[in-house]
């Protein structure tokens, strides 16, 4: 019974995520475009990018509230976070080049253990979204689905993936593995975003995790699905 339920949950993975091939990324970019979290994104990418500036407390505190309010985080401490980015040396700078450790400077500077690592990455990436990842909601997860479907990456990509240079780097093995080049940074953060919307939602809802999770200590289950990713991994080496 735990064998087949493990079946189910490799079949469905296989069947519900569809390939990020031309036709598939513009339908699902038309539907964000046409929704309402993607036209306050774009307002709030308007707002950065019509304010670049980080040196007085006046524009980062406008662009800080705004963020907060976009990500209805009640409990980021505003005033913490304009601190940290007026003292950071250089930061125009360093954002101005795409430095990567301004994120997780951003993200560590609460002194509590909730971090600000989604605040962090809109808020580099709606200045600079050539070169930063903002990693709309769910992003990370349909990296982490994909994986498990495609085994993009050699590594271990892991379903919270917080510090940002190695999310940045999963992000980029995705790339590289579909061929994407040709689409922008933002663009495929917007189709990742919306197969979460869309496939990752109703695929959870068939496969709860709580109620499956026990099942995959099992030996002879985990025998499975090593089997099941070596067929996939032969299929991809078949097929390229």
Same mark, same amino acid.
């Given at each position: 019974m735990k064998i087949q339920v493990v079946k189910d949950f !490799? $079949?469905?993975l296989r /069947? %519900?995520?569809?390939p990020p091939t031309a036709g598939e990324?513009? *339908? /699902?970019?038309? %539907? !964000?475009?046409?929704?309402?979290?993607?036209s306050e994104e774009n307002s709030l990418i308007r707002l950065f990018q019509g304010c670049p500036g980080n040196t007085t407390r006046e524009d980062v505190l406008l662009k800080a509230t705004a963020l907060k309010s976009f990500l209805h985080q009640e409990r980021l401490n505003t005033a913490t976070i304009v601190r940290h980015i007026l003292n950071t040396p250089d930061f125009d700078k360093k954002l101005n080049k795409g @430095? *990567?450790?301004?994120? $997780? =400077?951003? +993200?560590?500077?609460? /002194?509590a253990k909730w971090k600000y690592t989604t605040f962090a990455r809109y808020y #580099? =990436? #709606?200045?600079?979204?050539? +070169?930063?990842?903002?990693?709309?909601?769910g992003t990370s997860l349909a990296l982490l689905m994909y994986d498990r479907q495609d085994h993009f990456s050699e590594e271990t990509i892991h379903r919270s993936m917080n510090r940002y240079s190695a999310f940045a780097r999963q992000f980029e093995q995705f790339r590289e593995f579909y061929h994407l080049q040709d689409y922008s940074l933002l663009d495929i953060q917007h189709f990742l975003?919306? @197969?979460? *919307?869309? $496939? @990752?939602?109703? !695929?959870?809802? %068939?496969?709860?995790? *709580? %109620?499956d999770h026990r099942a995959f200590r099992n030996a002879e289950i985990m025998a499975f699905i090593e089997s099941w990713k070596q067929d996939?991994?032969?299929k991809n080496r078949s097929n390229s």
């Open positions: !490799f $079949d469905d /069947r %519900r995520f569809p990324i513009q *339908k /699902r970019l038309e %539907r !964000f475009e046409n929704s309402e979290y993607g @430095v *990567k450790s301004l994120v $997780d =400077g951003i +993200a560590l500077s609460s /002194r #580099c =990436g #709606c200045h600079k979204p050539d +070169a930063y990842l903002i990693d709309p909601p975003y919306q @197969v979460a *919307k869309d $496939d @990752v939602a109703e !695929f959870s809802k %068939r496969h709860p995790i *709580k %109620r996939e991994d032969a």
